[in-house]
């Protein structure tokens, strides 16, 4: 994060003061500090950052945030703020609603009904911007039946033919891919959580004792922090690249890019923060599953790393002229 950045600052302050690991656990399990964090999240304005100014908000571009998706992440938060961010941004404001956002691929039936199979962090949203067959539509969470996933906080969701069809209709540009918008904010809160994971696992390696040293001092185990910190670091990089540009929305092949890398440090810095922790790392009281579990849920969000090689392998094949000049036009974040 950048030290002189005011939006990161802002939502350090609020996450660091309100969610906390026990607030996390509450809000997983369905209790009242989704509200209480929200409410404290509206109140700094950063929901409504990607907003242009003419219609009441700050008028950012989507890299001007990428320090607030950062510390989200780092912070576990189980709200949709960064989805949050660019729904609003997308919507109308005569159809902006008030309450979280959540972004998913959806199926829309003959009779008119929709289903999201998937809708990350769903039941603490209040609306859905979904997304099927070129046409997107927001629907109300109070309106679909909510199927449970393996993370409390998500849920699969289908919406009847009525509520469906009345739902209403959201004009977005046809090269808009809910996938890359998702993408892009979950690149950079794995970015945020890759982090965190790594800050505790130096923490303890520096804290628990063996054979009369910390255990940081032995060399397999600093071998094992040197590969992490690599992954982090490198994954962060990716994930700013990810969210580079003026607008609020992001670079296709440019997300591509950060979430394959990202995806990829989840799976080697989960292993390696686990190995090192040993057996107190996979209890349920202990913070660390909390981000964890997390990047491994991110992972697979909005396609995992295989999904986005596929992507970038296609642009590199479609590419005519030298692979340097399209790998230059990525990190080109002038461009």
Not at 54 to 77: I, K, M, W, Y
Not at 242 to 255: E, H, K, N, Q
Not at 288 to 310: D, I, K, N, P
Request: charge should be negative; charged fraction near 20%.
């Amino acid at each position: 994060m950048n030290d002189s950045d005011p939006y990161a600052d802002a939502a350090r302050d609020v996450l660091a003061d309100h969610c906390t690991p026990r607030a996390v656990r509450d809000i997983e399990a369905g209790g009242e500090a989704a509200a209480a964090v929200w409410a404290q999240l509206e109140a700094t304005g950063l929901a409504d950052a990607l907003v242009s100014e003419e219609e009441g908000g700050s008028g950012l571009g989507l890299s001007q945030v990428f320090g607030v998706l950062e510390q989200c992440g780092a912070h576990a938060l189980p709200l949709l703020l960064g989805e949050t961010m660019i729904a609003r941004a997308l919507l109308p404001a005569p159809a902006r609603p008030a309450g979280s956002i959540a972004l998913a691929r959806g199926q829309r039936q003959d009779d008119g009904a929709w289903h999201c199979a998937l809708v990350r962090g769903g039941r603490t949203a209040a609306h859905v911007l979904a997304q099927a067959e070129g046409q997107w539509r927001l629907l109300a969470v109070a309106d679909a039946r909510c199927l449970p996933h393996a993370l409390p906080p998500d849920a699969a969701m289908t919406w009847a033919a009525g509520p469906g069809q009345a739902a209403p209709r959201v004009d977005v540009a046809p090269a808009v891919d809910v996938w890359t918008l998702q993408a892009a904010v979950v690149a950079a809160q794995m970015a945020g959580a890759l982090g965190g994971v790594l800050a505790r696992t130096l923490q303890y390696a520096n804290e628990r004792q063996q054979f009369g040293r910390p255990i940081g001092k032995f060399q397999a185990i600093q071998h094992q922090l040197a590969v992490m910190a690599e992954h982090v670091c490198a994954a962060r990089m990716a994930a700013q690249l990810g969210c580079s540009g003026a607008g609020a929305l992001p670079d296709r092949l440019r997300v591509a890019t950060a979430k394959a890398r990202c995806s990829e440090a989840a799976l080697a810095v989960c292993e390696l923060g686990h190995a090192i922790h040993g057996a107190i790392g996979f209890t349920e009281e202990y913070d660390l599953q909390l981000y964890t579990r997390r990047l491994h849920a991110w992972r697979q969000t909005a396609g995992s790393e295989a999904y986005w090689q596929e992507v970038a392998g296609e642009a590199l094949l479609a590419h005519e002229g030298l692979t340097l000049d399209l790998v230059r036009s990525i990190t080109d974040v002038a461009a």
